[in-house]
């Protein structure tokens, strides 16, 4: 699978939805903007909890997204993992399935290690 295809595909459905459902998209924006201000938690945490709700799920969308924010936000792979391994974890087999599939993400996203088998 191609996360970037696959990201472009998304956001062209999204743009017709968003013509449909202006005021919606605004106001889930709008949350958005706020829900990710830095305050007692910084962006990237709040990325990576929302990385595990997407896992949790199982939504290729949030997950696509959610790993876009976080290579924006310079997250390495080691923190890229190690919140994987706890999102695995709370998760069960589902979520471990899920996880690499955020980890494809990611290293497509970031140009990583490709061709590693899970």
Not at 21 to 38: C, L
Not at 40 to 53: H, M, P, S, W, Y
Not at 74 to 86: H, K, P, V
Request: with cysteine; proline share 3%.
């Amino acid at each position: 699978m191609s996360w970037s295809e696959f990201m472009q595909d998304t956001l062209k459905r999204l743009d017709v939805m968003q013509r449909e459902t202006p005021e919606t998209f605004s106001g889930f924006n709008q949350m958005g903007r706020a829900a990710k201000t830095n305050g007692a938690l910084d962006e990237k945490t709040k990325e990576l909890i929302a990385l595990g709700i997407a896992i949790s799920t199982r939504c290729d969308s949030c997950i696509a997204f959610h790993v876009k924010s976080l290579v924006r936000l310079r997250t390495t792979r080691e923190e890229f993992c190690e919140a994987l391994a706890m999102i695995a974890y709370m998760g069960g087999g589902p979520s471990v399935a899920f996880s690499a599939k955020a980890l494809e993400a990611y290293d497509e996203f970031t140009g990583g290690p490709a061709g590693s088998s899970v």
